[in-house]
């Protein structure tokens, strides 16, 4: 039996393609629903679930990160950095940090993976 060394790799499909070209050129942390909206345009037919399916094995795969929060949003820098979440508009913000760091500092196990999240009030909420 000859078996495809390959098969386990997830086939780049158009919608996953039409995704992760939004996700690099947004300027912001889309929701799956806002991820949804930006590629109907491209894409009209394309569901929410499908969206869902592929959002999920694209943080399964490690080619974005999921940022957790009231709302679940998504990262397509997989830098090592930090995110502050504003409480009251729910904005995230990326926050430049060193994890590697932090992961020193832990001596109960082996990290595999470092995200960080502040919560607070971003300055434009607070001036308001």
């Not at 990326?94 to 196990?109: A, H, T």
């Amino acid at each position: 039996m000859v078996t495809n060394k390959n098969s386990n790799r997830k086939r780049i499909t158009p919608q996953r393609q039409v995704i992760l070209n939004y996700l690099k050129k947004a300027d912001c942390h889309p929701t799956a629903k806002e991820v949804h909206t930006a590629v109907e345009e491209d894409l009209p037919r394309i569901s929410l679930g499908t969206v869902y399916r592929n959002l999920k094995e694209l943080v399964e795969e490690g080619k974005i990160q999921k940022i957790a929060g009231e709302e679940v949003r998504y990262d397509w820098n997989n830098s090592s950095h930090g995110h502050f979440i504003c409480k009251e508009c729910e904005e995230v913000y990326d926050i430049s940090l060193n994890c590697e760091d932090l992961i020193e500092k832990v001596q109960v196990g082996e990290v595999e993976t470092c995200q960080v999240y502040f919560y607070g009030i971003c300055e434009d909420c607070k001036d308001n």
